[in-house]
């Protein structure tokens, strides 16, 4: 995932559709053997149009399920050094660049929330979040700004 910054605002998508639906910045899945910097700066040209030049690591989310002994890990990026145009028809949803005083008020996901602050602070972070499958939802969460 990279947050995009220019000037006082982040490049948002408008994503409507799947079982992931609201404003989430550009991201998406590593393609082996492709490093995690390579294939968020992929997932931002594919996304958005955008070319990244360079990124700052700002950390980690990490969600395990216990129950299905399942792990998912997702690197956090931003950045404000990019060319390009936006693409006309994004795959993912409508391109929007929001007024980072805005973005608490947008529709997305608790999880996506959460993260959206730890971006624009000094250092880095890590969210460790382990899910409860018999409940259906978060039993821990646990934050660690670095």
């Not at 956090?76 to 060319?83: I, V």
């Not at 969210?127 to 259906?136: R, S």
Request: glycine share 8%; aromatic share 12%.
């Amino acid at each position: 995932m990279c947050m995009i910054e220019k000037d006082d605002k982040v490049l948002m998508i408008d994503r409507q559709h799947g079982d992931f639906q609201g404003f989430i910045p550009p991201g998406g899945k590593v393609d082996f053997p492709e490093s995690f910097s390579d294939s968020a700066i992929r997932e931002v040209k594919e996304e958005t149009g955008l070319a990244i030049n360079s990124m700052i690591y700002k950390g980690l989310y990490e969600y395990v399920n216990p129950q299905k002994q399942d792990r998912y890990m997702i690197f956090h990026y931003l950045t404000d050094d990019f060319e390009g145009e936006l693409l006309a028809q994004p795959p993912e949803g409508e391109l929007v660049w929001v007024d980072k005083k805005d973005l608490s008020s947008l529709p997305m996901q608790d999880s996506v929330r959460r993260r959206i602050p730890y971006f624009f602070q000094e250092g880095t972070f890590e969210i460790h979040v382990e899910w409860d499958g018999i409940k259906d939802g978060e039993r821990e969460v646990r934050i660690r700004e670095l």
